[in-house]
C-alpha cells in the first residue's frame, strides 16, 4: 500500500525476534509473512541470516521477486564499533561492514544501517573517530548505489544533535539517518529528536509497544509522528518494528500497520 503521502509501509525483521529466538520462523519466512499481510518491504537484521553465502542470497532474492516483496536494507549488529579509540579497531570495524555492503547489493538493497559505538567521554572526539569509521565503510562502497544509515540506537546516537552533526561532518550524499520514533532516553522530547533527524532520512522505523482498543499506540502519538516524517518531505518506507510483549508479534505487527494504514 502507497499513501496519499507516498509513503509505503515495510516489516522490520526485528519484529519477529521472539518468534526467531523461538525457533518458530526464519527470515525468508518472515518475507514470506509481509506477503501474506499485505506488506510490500522488508528490512532484515544481520544475525537473522543463517549462513550468508550466495546461494542462500539468491534464494531470498527469488523468493522476494517471486512474492513482490522488496528487500530494503539490512541493520548491522556485532560488527565493531566504528567510533573506537583504537584506529586499528575503528578501520577493522569498518572491514567487518563491508561484507554487509556486499549482501546489500546481491538483495538489491539499498542500504545498511549502522551503530555508533565507541568512548563517550568526549562528545567531540568521538564525532571525529565516528566520522573516520564511517569514511572507510563510504569509500569501499564506491559508486554503488548504496547508503549508510545511522540510527539512534543508544548512547550518544540517541541524542539527536550529536547524531545531526556526525552527518554533517562526514558530509557525504550516501550517508544518511534512520529515524526511530523510540530509543530516546527520558529526557529528550521523541518527537522534536525525529525531527532534527528527518532532514537526513533515507529510512524510517515506526517502533511500537502496544495498542489501546481505539487502535492506537499507547506510548507513542504514532499521527504526530506521521506528521513530521511528511512535513520533511520523506517519501520513502515507515518500517514496522513491534517491540512489545503483551500482544503476539502477529498481532502488534498487524495493529500497526492497521494504524499507520489511516495516517500514510
Same mark, same amino acid.
Given at each position: $500500500?502507497? /499513501?496519499?503521502?507516498?509513503?509505503?509501509?515495510?516489516?522490520?525483521?526485528?519484529?519477529?525476534?521472539?518468534?526467531?529466538?523461538?525457533?518458530?520462523?526464519?527470515?525468508? #519466512?518472515?518475507?514470506?509473512?509481509?506477503?501474506?499481510?499485505?506488506?510490500? %518491504?522488508?528490512?532484515?537484521?544481520?544475525?537473522?541470516? *543463517?549462513? *550468508?553465502?550466495?546461494?542462500?542470497?539468491?534464494?531470498?532474492?527469488?523468493?522476494?521477486?517471486?512474492? %513482490?516483496?522488496?528487500?530494503?536494507?539490512? $541493520?548491522?549488529? #556485532?560488527?565493531?564499533?566504528?567510533?573506537?579509540?583504537?584506529?586499528?579497531?575503528?578501520?577493522?570495524?569498518?572491514?567487518?561492514?563491508?561484507?554487509?555492503?556486499?549482501?546489500?547489493?546481491?538483495?538489491?538493497?539499498?542500504?545498511?544501517?549502522? @551503530?555508533?559505538?565507541?568512548?563517550?567521554?568526549?562528545? %567531540?572526539?568521538?564525532?571525529?573517530?565516528?566520522?573516520?569509521?564511517?569514511?572507510?565503510?563510504?569509500?569501499?562502497?564506491?559508486?554503488?548505489?548504496? !547508503?549508510?544509515?545511522?540510527? @539512534?540506537?543508544?548512547?550518544?546516537?540517541?541524542?539527536?544533535?550529536?547524531?545531526?552533526?556526525?552527518?554533517?561532518?562526514?558530509?557525504?550524499?550516501?550517508?544518511?539517518?534512520?529515524?526511530?520514533? #523510540? @530509543?530516546?532516553?527520558?529526557?529528550?522530547?521523541?518527537?522534536?529528536?525525529?525531527?532534527?533527524?528527518?532532514?537526513?532520512?533515507?529510512?524510517?522505523?515506526?517502533?511500537?509497544?502496544?495498542?489501546?482498543?481505539? #487502535?492506537?499506540?499507547?506510548?507513542?502519538?504514532? !499521527?504526530?509522528?506521521?506528521?513530521?516524517?511528511?512535513?520533511?518531505?520523506?517519501? %520513502?518506507?515507515?518500517?514496522?518494528?513491534?517491540? /512489545?510483549?503483551?500482544?503476539?508479534?502477529?498481532?502488534?505487527?498487524?495493529?500497526?500497520?492497521?494504524?499507520?494504514?489511516?495516517?500514510?
Amino acid at each position: $500500500m502507497t /499513501g496519499a503521502s507516498g509513503l509505503r509501509i515495510s516489516l522490520a525483521a526485528w519484529s519477529l525476534h521472539r518468534s526467531y529466538f523461538a525457533r518458530e520462523i526464519d527470515q525468508i #519466512g518472515m518475507l514470506e509473512l509481509c506477503a501474506e499481510l499485505g506488506i510490500p %518491504g522488508f528490512e532484515m537484521v544481520n544475525t537473522f541470516f *543463517p549462513s *550468508p553465502q550466495y546461494a542462500y542470497l539468491r534464494r531470498m532474492k527469488r523468493r522476494a521477486d517471486e512474492l %513482490g516483496v522488496e528487500l530494503l536494507l539490512i $541493520m548491522c549488529d #556485532g560488527e565493531g564499533d566504528l567510533a573506537h579509540v583504537d584506529r586499528a579497531k575503528r578501520v577493522q570495524a569498518a572491514r567487518n561492514h563491508r561484507k554487509w555492503l556486499d549482501i546489500a547489493l546481491v538483495l538489491g538493497c539499498h542500504a545498511i544501517r549502522c @551503530n555508533i559505538r565507541g568512548d563517550e567521554s568526549d562528545p %567531540g572526539a568521538m564525532r571525529e573517530r565516528a566520522a573516520e569509521g564511517l569514511q572507510h565503510l563510504l569509500d569501499y562502497a564506491g559508486d554503488a548505489e548504496l !547508503s549508510i544509515l545511522l540510527e @539512534n540506537h543508544g548512547g550518544l546516537s540517541s541524542d539527536p544533535a550529536w547524531l545531526c552533526s556526525l552527518v554533517e561532518l562526514v558530509d557525504h550524499p550516501r550517508l544518511g539517518t534512520l529515524p526511530d520514533f #523510540g @530509543n530516546f532516553p527520558d529526557e529528550v522530547d521523541r518527537y522534536d529528536a525525529v525531527a532534527q533527524l528527518m532532514p537526513f532520512a533515507k529510512a524510517v522505523s515506526a517502533k511500537c509497544y502496544d495498542f489501546g482498543p481505539d #487502535g492506537e499506540e499507547t506510548t507513542i502519538d504514532f !499521527s504526530r509522528m506521521i506528521d513530521i516524517v511528511k512535513e520533511a518531505g520523506y517519501g %520513502g518506507y515507515v518500517g514496522i518494528e513491534f517491540e /512489545g510483549e503483551r500482544l503476539q508479534e502477529r498481532e502488534g505487527i498487524l495493529a500497526a500497520k492497521a494504524l499507520l494504514e489511516r495516517l500514510v
